[in-house]
């Protein structure tokens, strides 16, 4: 159980496009969803949490209209990366939790955008 | 500012024997902890967590310790199996928040 399927797993494109990615709760519904950003080496770092129906919490220093989220659906939420840049380029991955404050979040694969 | 730290890149153990990950944390309202694995080309899979208010969780192969005058966990994995090869995260958060903050991760190599 606890099935998090995060798609497309990698993506190419030339600067100044908008990418979304996709990322839906298979078999649990997710209250609370969370995007995240890891550069290499280094730990996965929150960009922003989403609750189904209303705003997305933004971390600091993200700028919410570069990264525009959406969480519709108590199973799906999208992330688009708006007018992408080389700097953009990075792994995107994102988790999923269905319960409380202490229900584990569980994770998507990830996708791997490349801006060229 | 680095909340939590995974102070070992890697590790490396025979099989049978028995693995030693490590994690510090500095933030004293952490309440909630887990380890995560992570294989290449997929997300991190939850392995176990435990809350503040023990001091060991055990789960099969898998023991978590907590030691929070020290702010310090460590995941015990016996006996250590080839499969178990993977990068192994640690992360906290206060339950008030549902934010995870996540350590820089540990490779894990169990030589056959």
């Keep these: 159980g606890a099935v998090v399927s995060q798609h497309p797993s990698r993506v190419i494109c030339k600067s100044g496009t908008s990418v979304k990615i996709e990322c839906r709760s298979l078999d649990f519904q997710a209250t609370t969803m969370f995007w995240y950003r890891q550069f290499p080496k280094q730990s996965l770092m929150l960009m922003a949490t989403s609750n189904e129906g209303s705003k997305a919490t933004y971390e600091q ?5 570069k990264f525009l989220i959406n969480h519709a659906s108590l199973t799906l939420s999208t992330l688009t990366v ?3 840049h080389p700097e953009d380029s990075s792994f995107y991955i994102c988790s ?4 409380g404050p202490n229900q584990p979040q569980h994770f998507g ?3 791997r955008l490349s801006i060229l | 500012d680095q909340q939590v730290k995974q102070n ?5 153990v025979q099989e049978g024997r028995i693995s ?3 994690c510090d944390y500095t933030n004293s309202m952490f309440d909630y902890f887990l380890w995560y694995k992570k294989y290449p080309a997929e997300g991190p899979t939850f392995l176990i967590s435990i809350s503040s208010i023990k001091d060991k969780n055990e789960d099969g192969r898998f023991t978590v310790f907590l030691n929070k005058s020290a ?5 015990h994995i016996v006996p250590s199996q ?3 090869s993977a990068v192994y995260f640690c992360a906290a958060s206060n339950s008030g928040t549902y934010k995870y903050i996540f350590g820089t991760g540990t490779r894990l190599k169990v030589l056959a």
């Design chain 2, 71 to 75: 702010k310090h966990l460590s995941l």
């Design chain 1, 109 to 111: 694969d990830g996708t």
């Design chain 2, 20 to 22: 030693i990950l490590n």
């Design chain 1, 96 to 99: 999923a939790s269905g319960g």
């Design chain 1, 82 to 84: 708006t007018s992408a």
């Design chain 1, 61 to 65: 220093g993200v700028e919410k209209d």
């Design chain 2, 82 to 84: 080839p499969g178990d």
């Design chain 2, 8 to 12: 070992s890149p890697s590790l490396s």
